[in-house]
């Protein structure tokens, strides 16, 4: 591959944001691409704004995306997907799993809910992919793997990432006694969306 693919991975602490981005940068590597990876959690502990950006091609000079230069925005929330909007591409795609996480500032009365959602979604990405991610992860009894249901789903939209570099990627990342259950996840994820179609 002669581009650089850039992907922006966004949602809320707790989430597992940062080891999905980290899986993904070691597919790349795996896969004998050049990957650069940056990150942003600071206060982000549950519930706070997390955002780690992953760059990849045959040479990669920056970890940072310029903005409106996201090829696959991949949000964790739906709420996450519009703050981070900004980012993507004219012509790229927004990866949102089908979950809403209530912000405290809505929780505490500060703010209305959004009740719209997604209808703004629709509105916003032209090209949109909503993901059932946590229902998937109840099927599999453990909510905590969305964020490797969501790596699966990215998967089938980056052909020059091979799936086996993806599988030992998840086998190096997560502890030992978890990898048979985030396998399962990628599997799943990748099930769920190929082609294109979520279902």
């Not at 990898?179 to 799943?188: D, Q």
Request: aromatic share 4%; glycine share 8%.
């Amino acid at each position: 591959m002669s581009r650089v693919v850039n992907v922006s991975l966004v949602g809320v602490g707790g989430q597992g944001i940062l080891l999905a981005s980290d899986i993904l940068s070691e597919a790349a590597m795996l896969a004998g691409l050049d990957a650069k990876k940056s990150e942003v959690h600071g206060m982000a502990q549950r519930g706070g704004n997390v955002i780690s950006q992953v760059r990849f091609g045959q040479k990669v000079y920056s970890p940072l995306i310029p903005e409106s230069a996201t090829d696959y925005l991949v949000s964790f929330e739906k709420l996450e997907a519009l703050r981070y909007a900004h980012l993507l591409s004219p012509d790229g795609l927004a990866m949102v799993s089908d979950q809403v996480i209530v912000p405290v500032t809505v929780s505490s009365g500060q703010h209305p809910p959004v009740d719209d959602l997604d209808e703004r979604l629709h509105r916003t990405f032209p090209r949109l992919e909503l993901i059932p991610a946590l229902d998937v992860a109840r099927e599999l009894g453990n909510v905590r793997v969305v964020n490797v249901i969501m790596c699966g789903a990215l998967s089938g939209h980056l052909e020059d990432i091979p799936e086996d570099a993806w599988l030992q990627a998840i086998r190096e990342s997560v502890r030992e006694r978890f990898v048979e259950l985030n396998l399962k996840a990628y599997e799943a994820g990748r099930a769920r969306c190929t082609a294109g179609v979520c279902r």
